[in-house]
């Protein structure tokens, strides 16, 4: 009797697309191994049961090589094997490699039926399968399916309860492989295509010149499209929105809770010349829904929408490669770039995605260099927001400051901390053109997820915000920190609360900023310093989780001697002329 | 080894965690590969074996020594 499903496979198979589509249960599925760095569950009806179904992270041996593939073999040793069934899921474009896996799984013992996804696009690139004659073979059950739309995943479900154990004896490595060559030889037919357009533009971007002609040219149309889209929803679908339908309404309430009461101190906020301002009034129905709705969510949607893109065609670990070398000056390879660029949306996925590199050490400087160096997406439309209407020079600016500090930083990690790093060693996946209503789900779920965790904590941040101010609970902070914000920073000391804020959320954080007439000089350093400062809760407790206390205490203060030299240096060396 | 060259895997240098891990992935003594790409100044190669293009490291990939085909 089965009671759990385990999804097994080797990087970038599709493990995670079928797992949504046997559960129903959404989870980000991408065109790079390592995108599942956690256990994700869900449960499939089969007649009157209810099977748990278990999706891991991809391994390529039994004998695991980094944290994730650890966690992957371990749970898979954690339930009793009669109880338990393994769908090990195949990438039919690349059968010989993916069955080693399988055969693995044969030779342990484990229940097993065979899923061989990706039928289509193998199709395409002329391999075809006889899975009859693996299904013969191999005695175990084998179903080809294409998981992106669907196809296929009917018959596996079906085909489930005939999950069997079909032992094979043990074996060596070479062995193993020497068997492969032979069962590869009966069942699969290779019929010879001329290069595609696609396959060329695979080869040229991991040479050297056309790579870095590739990388530069995706980096640059990435920005300006992130740029176009988000500031595009901010001034035709958003301000618009906010200007016209939503302050008369606001108007309304204003002029019925009677300003400089209380309730409209907490709700609507101070008026700034007799009128309602968005952007400074503070208030839980007027700054907070316009900072969340009209200058972050424009960027979240933008930046999550590129990345989705970038993501599912293939093309982020081509990017390692091209960054390698420098990254190995920081202690890192070049597949850190992956962890980086997710938490350029959200620093908790980029911290966790940090699992996909092999050390203790390398997961420690990673995820240091991305709770210092690397600023979440809502800061960053924020910074947009708070000095693009000076000039890009500053907006560009603290990108630079905060790029220098990760390099800079990187290589003191490098050259301080003990061990070694390993080097880099993955597979590149092949480029596939997502379907539309695939990345549409991906970008959805990303945004929803974004809303529903975002909005109640900046609603009730700017409430509690609000009665601390009207309590007057703040001056006695700020006053003790005013030697080191206006002393060495150069800061006024009401900048202390939004640099106090940035620990619940970033983007309230720099909201703060916008009332206090700061001048451009000011707005940069308490930018750059809000992006170096601690990381917001959130982050802090997933650094918790994956460091521990110790490391934990390591990067702190790290991060707290990195903000007084950069705050301090920008102050009185840097930007002392302006 | 040059860049589109192909050859047969002759000797795998290195300790048993790289081996074990390069064989998982389907790089093995007696395998052909391709080159695919190099970077210089130690720059990560890239390789096609089989059906999959792998991208190593500079000092892993001088540890795969290949027999080169003309």
Same mark, same amino acid.
């Given at each position: ?68 593939? &650890? ?84 018959? /596996?479900?079906?085909?489930? =309860? &005939? ?13 193993? !492989? ?51 889209? #988000? ?94 070398? /420098?990254?190995?000056?920081?202690? /890192? ?44 997406? *809502? ?39 003990? #061990?070694?790093? *390993?080097? /880099? ?9 997502? =379907? ?65 804020? #940035? ?11 916008? *009332? ?32 521990? !206390? ?16 950069? #705050? ?11 | ?29 007696? +395998?052909?590969?391709? +080159? ?26 001088? +540890? ?7």
């Amino acid at each position: 009797m089965i009671k759990k499903i385990y999804l097994i496979g080797n990087p970038n198979v599709g493990k995670s697309v079928v797992f949504s589509r046997l559960t129903g249960v959404q989870v980000i599925s991408s065109n790079y191994p390592g995108t599942t760095v956690e256990i994700s569950k869900g449960y499939l009806q089969l007649g009157e049961d209810r099977i748990e179904v278990v999706d891991l992270p991809g391994t390529y041996s039994l004998e695991p090589t980094s944290r994730a593939e &650890e966690v992957a073999v371990s749970l898979l040793n954690e339930f009793p094997r009669e109880e338990m069934a393994v769908i090990s899921i195949l990438d039919a474009t690349n059968l010989e490699r993916n069955l080693y896996l399988t055969l693995q799984l044969l030779e342990a013992g484990y229940q097993v039926i065979i899923c061989l996804n990706m039928c289509d696009d193998a199709s395409h690139r002329g391999v075809n399968i006889d899975t009859k004659k693996l299904e013969e073979i191999l005695r175990v059950p084998v179903i080809s399916a294409c998981a992106v739309t669907g196809a296929g995943i009917k018959f /596996l479900i079906q085909r489930l =309860p &005939e999950a069997s154990i079909a032992l094979r004896p043990k074996t060596t490595y070479e062995e193993r !492989w020497k068997q492969l060559g032979v069962i590869i030889e009966q069942v699969q037919q290779l019929t010879h295509r001329h290069h595609t357009l696609r396959e060329m533009l695979e080869d040229a971007s991991v040479r050297p010149f056309s790579g870095i002609l590739m990388g530069m040219g995706v980096i640059y149309v990435s920005f300006k499209v992130v740029r176009f889209i #988000g500031e595009g929803l901010i001034n035709n679908v958003c301000d618009p929105i906010f200007n016209n339908w939503y302050l008369p309404l606001i108007e309304k309430l204003s002029a019925i809770l009677v300003p400089e009461t209380f309730w409209h101190h907490v709700l609507v906020g101070d008026l700034i010349n007799g009128k309602i301002d968005f952007k400074q009034s503070l208030g839980v129905l007027t700054t907070a829904p316009y900072i969340e709705f009209a200058m972050v969510l424009p960027y979240v949607l933008a930046f999550y929408t590129i990345l989705s893109v970038l993501e599912d065609v293939g093309y982020l670990p081509r990017l390692a490669i091209l960054l390698d070398n /420098l990254l190995h000056k920081l202690g /890192l390879h070049g597949y850190a770039i992956i962890p980086v660029l997710l938490g350029l949306g959200c620093n908790i996925p980029g911290i966790l995605s940090t699992r996909i590199l092999e050390s203790k050490r390398e997961r420690f400087i990673a995820s240091t260099l991305i709770s210092i160096g690397v600023p979440c997406v *809502p800061l960053q439309a924020m910074i947009f927001a708070l000095l693009g209407k000076y000039s890009g020079f500053y907006v560009g600016g603290v990108y630079l400051v905060l790029f220098s500090i990760w390099l800079i930083l990187g290589v003191i990690l490098n050259k301080t901390l003990k #061990g070694f790093s *390993p080097e /880099l060693l993955i597979e590149i996946p092949p480029y596939r053109l997502p =379907p539309l209503a695939v990345l549409a789900r991906k970008i959805y779920f990303r945004i929803k997820g974004f809303i529903f965790e975002a909005v109640p904590i900046v609603l009730a941040g700017v409430l509690v915000i609000n009665l601390l101010l009207y309590l007057k609970m703040f001056n006695y902070v700020s006053n003790i920190f005013s030697p080191v914000i206006h002393g060495l920073f150069g800061l006024p000391k009401e900048t202390t609360i939004a640099l106090a804020i #940035g620990f619940v959320r970033k983007d309230v954080a720099a909201g703060m900023l916008m *009332p206090l007439g700061l001048t451009v000089k000011q707005l940069f350093i308490s930018a750059t310093l809000l992006a170096i400062s601690f990381p917001c809760i959130a982050t802090f407790v997933v650094l918790l989780k994956e460091l521990g !206390w110790k490391d934990l205490i390591k990067s702190t203060l790290i991060m707290i001697i990195t903000g007084l030299a950069v #705050g301090t240096l920008l102050n009185f060396a840097i930007l002392r002329g302006i | 080894m040059k860049i589109k060259q192909k050859g047969r895997i002759a000797q795998i240098e290195g300790g048993q965690i790289l081996r074990d891990r390069l064989m998982s992935m389907g790089i093995y003594l007696g +395998k052909e590969i391709t +080159k695919v790409g190099g970077f210089a100044l130690r720059g990560p190669t890239s390789i096609k074996s089989g059906r999959s293009v792998i991208a190593l490291g500079h000092g892993t990939a001088e +540890k795969i020594l290949v027999e080169l085909h003309d």
